[in-house]
């Protein structure tokens, strides 16, 4: 699931509702970095955290 984000989808993270909506800016051998709406850019390791998709860029 995590290697088809792609640059401007928007997520959430399961555990951390209170960061908000965020837009993956990278995909990178599984790290991937998210703009949060209330916690600004994190990287985050796709093995262990399965984001929540919520639309894709163009829907």
């Known amino acids: 699931m995590m290697s ?3 640059p401007g989808m ?3 993270h399961p555990e951390q509702p209170e960061w908000g909506l965020g837009q ?3 995909n ?3 790290r991937v970095t ?3 709406e209330h916690a600004g850019k994190v990287v985050i ?3 262990h955290v399965a984001l929540k ?6 829907e």
């Open 10 to 12: 928007f997520v959430r």
């Open 24 to 26: 993956v800016q990278s």
């Open 53 to 58: 998709v919520e639309w894709r860029a163009g």
């Open 45 to 47: 390791d796709g093995r």
């Open 34 to 36: 998210v703009n949060f």
């Open 4 to 6: 088809l984000l792609e």
């Open 28 to 30: 990178i051998g599984g």
